[in-house]
């Protein structure tokens, strides 16, 4: 994936539009299939978030690269795509709804992060988690998990 790549993904997403629809494969699995004994942790919804995947590694072998104002630029271009394309999603998205919680502001917001972090990757030289990830948000699903072996777990 290049950063074109990225940037074509975010803004012709169709944001949570299958949330609702997910059916397992190799490296995702639905949320309803994970049993309560599972070892599993939340994919991160604020900027603030350290990255769980990689830790800083990824930030370092830019750096590494001598891209380390590529990098930032990247993620803040991103960053502004990413909420412009978000734009159109409302508060309460009926598909993000589930009882009395509503998702939808944890959903941009994971939605966010793992557009920064794939950039993060893209720049590194190394596509891979992230990149995964932004491509399941750009289908329309919500990755909302993962486990330590890597598979994400996308809201059912």
Same mark, same amino acid.
């Given at each position: ?10 803004? /012709? ?134 486990? /330590? ?8």
């Amino acid at each position: 994936m290049t950063l074109q790549d990225l940037s074509r993904i975010v803004r /012709n997403a169709a944001w949570f539009s299958h949330v609702g629809e997910f059916r397992e494969r190799a490296d995702a699995t639905p949320l309803a299939t994970v049993a309560p004994s599972e070892d599993w942790d939340w994919l991160p919804s604020s900027t603030d978030q350290t990255d769980p995947i990689y830790g800083e590694v990824m930030v370092e072998a830019a750096e590494r690269l001598g891209k380390a104002a590529v990098r930032r630029d990247a993620e803040l271009f991103i960053a502004k795509e990413v909420q412009a394309s978000l734009r159109p999603i409302r508060e309460k998205h009926p598909g993000l709804i589930d009882g009395p919680h509503d998702f939808t502001l944890a959903a941009k917001g994971g939605a966010r992060y793992a557009a920064r972090m794939a950039a993060r990757e893209i720049v590194a030289g190394r596509p891979g988690f992230w990149c995964r990830v932004i491509s399941y948000y750009g289908e329309g699903f919500w990755p909302c998990g993962f486990f /330590n072996d890597g598979r994400m777990i996308v809201v059912h």
